[in-house]
């Protein structure tokens, strides 16, 4: 008798039960050993595939959404997991014996008010439910509509539904994924949700018609609809459902169900409408037309408002409230707000902007269907009076609706956790189109190679945008990617690009060349990545969707016991580590400059590994300096099973922590495999009688073979991948990239060169090898060398399997992922941690993210959806993300619906200002600077609750100055700033650059007369701080002249955003703004952060060159940090320079 099929340890699979099949998926029946209960258990077969398991994760994060609200209709997921021998994954269900396609089997049609009540009602609830949560389903079938014993219908099989977002990031492979007949015939629309709204129509037609009557091909379905019998709306809905042109559709299931209710409660007709008037404005006319035609627009907006509509009370930013005399029309694509004019009576339409379908979606969740009771016209009212009760009512209806909705957000966070989500797709948005600019696509009518490099193209019309420097990528007619490089040369109708990348002789005589956002994109595509993740709750910590929304909901830490602690730590850091340890979802550590945040994260680091030391860390920051500073302390303090992630050709990795690197350690890792592998063949072929020199030969030989295997094998799947679009798997990174590819036929390629290279050197004259060498001249030569040895058919063979196997060590994802998974700590900046495809597929047991106020909310999301408890790190009263160039751009802001608090706000300032007090921590004593400028620092940047530790400068600088010294420049005539005209909105002060440089020259002689002693350290740190670049640049240039003369002085000159994160010795802050009109620019009010970092970088001496007088005269920091030197004279000094 067969041994019972056990399941995890409490499925027992029935053998006396006919599996059922179905694409990639086989379902089988099983009962809960614990209590007997009936189960479905699907097993997604090649679910090792990355792509396919991309898609059982998204399944079971989709029905986990799906079954948070507990929809009747939808099937509950009971249990997940992967088949511990095979690897398959697998999901369980209730067991339901019954399908719909069992039911529709039966020859007698069903009674149309039977069908809509049990079928067609509850299977478009569902469908409306998953499109008010952006999922459509991509599968509605009879097959996949169970039937219980209830007889309750239920929506099942999520296999390839799909999490709906701002950007369609399909893979093909789900693309390709249909049911014919209720598969709509295109493949994809603009209308994201038509495709269910189809099936809906072609599941009604086939469940109401006899069984032989049935539709087998679309044209069928037309010609079965008109032989049944239903009441006109109900034929008029079907009929629209299963138009074969997706505009035609009820946009959505939401809709869908909307007109189905209207059937079946026969109130098509018979509701009491109201006839509301509208009057356009100017504004309004010339938002929607080129030429400031008041009947085109009156057209376009009418037709707009033809179909369905909503409505909502409008809120105004500047009052920070809504405005219940205004209010919002969505119509099919446009945004209308429409004020009520006080002194007239009459409804205005103050603006009408055509806004992109999904945040009118967004924004339908929340408003009032309009288009059941209200007619709009642009017309005059019939009567005054008539009009104002209507606008009364209409008023009254929207502020009712709006009570209620704020009731129902009260009671649960979803609709706040959307709404957030929004924010952040619509900035994601923005930020991508800034990107893009005004690239437009650049057609050519020529092209001519210019050597091997370059092609210069005839264009088809003028380009006016100068677009040099700029990258392109040529893509052929069948939408193959077959270049990518820079425009190096611009005439009026020719432009020249110079190869990164392309393939020799693909460019044709005529075609375009679009523009390539390169690194920018695949950061944006990250981030919206770990938008998805949180929107079908893939995110590792459960709650944390919740949390980012209210973040009132985070729990406070467990208490933690004795600690044996690792190093010498204050009050607050040893507070903010338990913390850190005890955490159950969130803390955040606030960490002023010099309060030792890198000691603290080492110190949990440590302390974590010491608790669980199989354990996982992620550590992440915004620059590559944090995490290498933190990493040499983690280092010290005892942990090595350490990996460092960066490109393989980025120089920003300190020296410290180069050797950590995945590549390094993989190459290591398969250097001694290789040295052990070719030792013990060694041994044993020379027990078999081979010369070491023919050996080795032989070795690299078979080196070769497989080198070129392997490039011929990448050279395959490059050119597949090309053939590609950027909606498949890759641009998800599920499979490697174009770059991946390119690197990794290049390196086969350079083994191969080095393979025959080590070959020919240690075959000599024995055997000679031409210059175009093929698989059989290797082959030929390797039977040569092996003929000397009696057992040459096994070394043969066992040569090909070491050659085989140190490829596949050195080449191998496997290997990286294997390194990774064994490692405590990964570590690398937000964005680039996941550089690498095996870090895509880690979770993480504690997540800390160092300079997270320095990081936008989308980019910290990268890190933090990957982990199960986060610790956030950083200073809202440093330097924000630099997001200036987005602000700058009001109508991007304005088409993505966007205010500049919402871009602005990063999510840990979000969090400092909302999370409980009791996940809240700070670092209140800093050790950098001594107490003369950390005690400015406190009192102007932190409401003096920074403490100083009694750091001491050396002896003799009091003498020279005191700790703080404003140089003072009021009382000079050629004090004032000139505009540099080679940089736009960029200043030079060239009196403030002459007094930095005769300060520094005072500080090189107090050393040589022995006033200060020289620095143990052989040289003083020095950092001359400007807020723009043409100030450093001069500088610079005055320095590089005085550079000999400044021997015991370090001196860098940086920008204000560079120095965030650095200390030194001495700082020198050039204010260089002075003017007439009072202009602080980049150093008034808002910016007093930039000031901020500035003056707080120094350890013992601080001096600032600027006009006292004109900063003076307006708020700001530099107004704060002037009162304070003038209130502290025992510390600090103001001196005309």
């Not at 992109?356 to 969740?365: D, G, S």
């Amino acid at each position: 008798m067969a041994e019972p099929e056990i399941l995890a340890g409490r499925y027992l699979l029935l053998d006396n039960h006919k599996p059922r099949s179905g694409g990639s998926a086989v379902v089988r029946k099983a009962i809960i050993t614990s209590d007997g209960r009936p189960v479905a258990v699907k097993f997604v077969s090649g679910g090792a595939d990355g792509v396919l398991r991309k898609l059982v994760e998204r399944e079971v994060g989709l029905l986990r959404k799906a079954n948070q609200a507990a929809h009747p209709n939808i099937i509950t997921l009971v249990d997940h997991g992967v088949e511990e021998e095979t690897s398959t994954p697998y999901l369980v269900f209730d067991w339901v014996d019954k399908t719909l396609s069992d039911l529709l089997a039966d020859a007698q049609p069903w009674d149309w008010r039977d069908f809509c009540d049990r079928v067609l009602r509850p299977v478009a609830g569902a469908i409306a439910f998953l499109h008010s949560n952006q999922i459509t389903h991509r599968d509605v079938k009879p097959g996949n509509i169970l039937w219980n014993d209830e007889g309750v219908a239920l929506l099942a099989d999520f296999g390839i539904a799909k999490q709906h977002r701002t950007r369609d990031d399909t893979t093909a492979t789900v693309g390709s994924l249909r049911s014919h007949l209720y598969a709509p015939p295109e493949r994809e629309s603009e209308l994201p949700f038509v495709r269910d709204v189809f099936s809906l129509g072609v599941l009604a037609v086939q469940g109401l018609c006899n069984q032989d009557a049935r539709a087998t091909e679309f044209h069928e379905l037309q010609p079965v609809l008109d032989s049944l019998e239903l009441p006109p709306p109900l034929d008029d809905l079907i009929r629209r459902s299963i138009a074969l042109s997706p505009n035609d559709r009820p946009v959505s299931g939401k809709e869908f169900l909307r007109q189905l209710d209207l059937v079946l409660a026969d109130e098509v007709g018979e509701t009491q409408r109201l006839r509301v008037s509208l009057k356009l404005t100017k504004s309004a006319i010339a938002s929607v037309t080129a030429d400031g035609s008041s009947t085109a627009a009156r057209t376009i907006i009418e037709h707009d408002l033809r179909g369905r509509t909503h409505a909502s009370s409008y809120w105004d930013p500047q009052q920070g409230g809504y405005d219940f005399n205004s209010f919002l029309v969505l119509g099919e694509a446009l945004r209308l707000l429409v004020r009520l004019d006080v002194s007239t009576q009459e409804l205005v339409v103050v603006s009408a902007r055509k806004t992109e379908y999904e945040a009118l979606e967004r924004e339908r969740e929340a408003a009032l269907v309009a288009d059941t009771f209200v007619d709009w016209s642009l017309a005059s009212p019939l009567s005054v009076l008539e009009a104002r009760q209507t606008q009364n009512t209409l008023l009254a209806r929207l502020r009712e609706h709006r009570e209620a909705e704020a009731e129902r957000r009260a009671s649960g966070g979803d609709a706040m956790v959307r709404e957030l989500l929004a924010v952040w797709q619509r900035t994601l948005t923005a930020r991508e189109v800034l990107g893009l600019g005004v690239m437009p696509t650049i057609r050519f009518e020529r092209s001519e190679a210019r050597g091997h490099t370059e092609t210069a193209f005839g264009l088809s019309e003028p380009l006016d945008l100068d677009v040099r420097g700029t990258e392109w990528q040529y893509t052929d007619e069948v939408g193959r990617i077959c270049g990518r490089g820079a425009a190096v040369e611009q005439g009026s109708n020719t432009l020249s690009i110079r190869w990164n990348w392309h393939d020799s002789g693909s460019i044709a005589q005529s075609g375009k060349l679009t523009p390539y956002l390169g690194p920018a994109q695949i950061a944006i595509d990250r981030q919206r990545d770990a938008l998805q993740r949180l929107e079908s709750g893939e995110a590792v910590l459960p709650s944390l969707a919740d949390i980012l929304a209210q973040p009132s909901k985070a729990r406070p830490p467990r208490e933690i016991g004795e600690i044996d602690w690792a190093t010498t730590l204050d009050v607050d850091k040893q507070t903010s580590v338990r913390a850190g340890l005890g955490t159950e979802d969130c803390v955040l550590v606030t960490g002023p400059p010099g309060t030792g945040k890198t000691r603290m994260i080492a110190e949990l680091v440590a302390q974590e590994l010491a608790r669980n030391s199989s354990a996982r860390i992620l550590l992440v920051s915004q620059t590559h300096v944090a995490i290498d500073n933190a990493l040499e302390r983690i280092q010290k303090l005892g942990v090595a099973s350490i990996v460092r992630m960066a490109r393989e050709d980025d120089d920003r990795v300190a020296e410290t922590s180069s050797s950590l690197r995945l590549d390094l350690q993989l190459q290591a890792w398969s250097a001694n495999v290789r040295r052990n592998a070719e030792g013990a063949f060694a041994a044993l072929s020379s027990a078999g009688g081979m010369d070491p020199g023919q050996l080795s030969a032989a070795m690299h030989l078979q080196a070769w073979r497989v080198a070129h295997q392997a490039r011929n094998k990448a050279a395959s799947q490059l050119r597949a991948a090309q053939l590609a679009d950027d909606t498949t798997a890759s641009r998800l990174e599920l499979t490697p990239s174009l770059d991946e590819l390119r690197r990794q036929h290049d390196d086969a390629v350079a083994r191969e060169d080095s393979s025959l290279l080590n070959a020919r050197s240690a075959l000599g004259d024995s055997i000679e090898l031409g210059q175009a060498v093929t698989v059989g001249d290797i082959d030929a030569a390797l039977e040569m060398i092996l003929e000397q040895s009696e057992d040459s058919k096994r070394l043969l063979d066992l040569l090909k399997l070491q050659a085989e196997w140190i490829q596949r060590v050195s080449a191998d994802r496997r290997m990286a992922t294997i390194l990774l998974e064994d490692s405590s700590v990964v570590a690398g900046t937000c964005l680039g941690f996941i550089g690498h495809p095996s870090a895509r597929t880690l979770n993480f047991d504690l997540c800390i993210i160092d300079e997270a106020s320095k990081s936008t909310s989308t980019e910290v999301l990268v890190p933090m959806v990957r982990a199960s408890r986060i610790v956030l790190v950083g200073d809202v009263n440093q330097l924000p993300p630099l997001d200036e160039d987005l602000l700058r751009e009001p109508s991007i802001l304005r088409e993505a619906d966007l205010l500049p608090s919402q871009v602005r706000e990063t999510l840990f300032e979000r969090l400092s200002s909302h999370l409980p007090s009791s996940n809240q921590f700070r670092l209140t004593e800093q050790y950098r600077m001594v107490p003369a400028i950390g005690d400015m620092i406190s009192t102007c940047f932190y409401d003096g609750w920074l403490r100083s530790a009694d750091v001491q400068g050396p002896a003799g600088y009091d003498l020279l100055s005191k700790p703080v010294l404003w140089l003072d420049t009021s009382r000079l005539n050629n004090r004032r700033e000139t505009r540099d005209a080679r940089s736009a909105g960029s200043y030079v002060n060239n009196c403030e650059a002459d007094a930095v440089t005769e300060r520094l020259t005072s500080l090189q002689r107090a050393i040589d007369s022995g006033l200060i002693p020289r620095s143990d350290r052989g040289a003083y740190h020095v950092i001359v701080i400007a807020p723009y670049r043409s100030q450093t640049e001069e500088l610079k240039r005055r320095l590089d002249r005085a550079g000999a003369e400044l021997k015991d002085l370090r001196v860098e000159v940086e920008s204000v955003d560079a120095v965030q994160g650095r200390e030194c010795d001495l700082a020198i802050f050039s204010v260089t703004r002075s003017n007439k009109s009072g202009k602080l620019g980049f150093l008034s009010e808002p910016y007093w952060r930039r000031i901020n970092v500035a003056l707080s970088r120094a350890r013992f001496g601080l001096t600032i060159v600027g006009d006292a007088e004109f900063c003076d005269a307006k708020p700001g920091g530099l107004k704060k940090v002037l009162s304070y030197i003038r209130e502290h004279p025992e510390t600090c000094e103001l001196r005309t320079a």
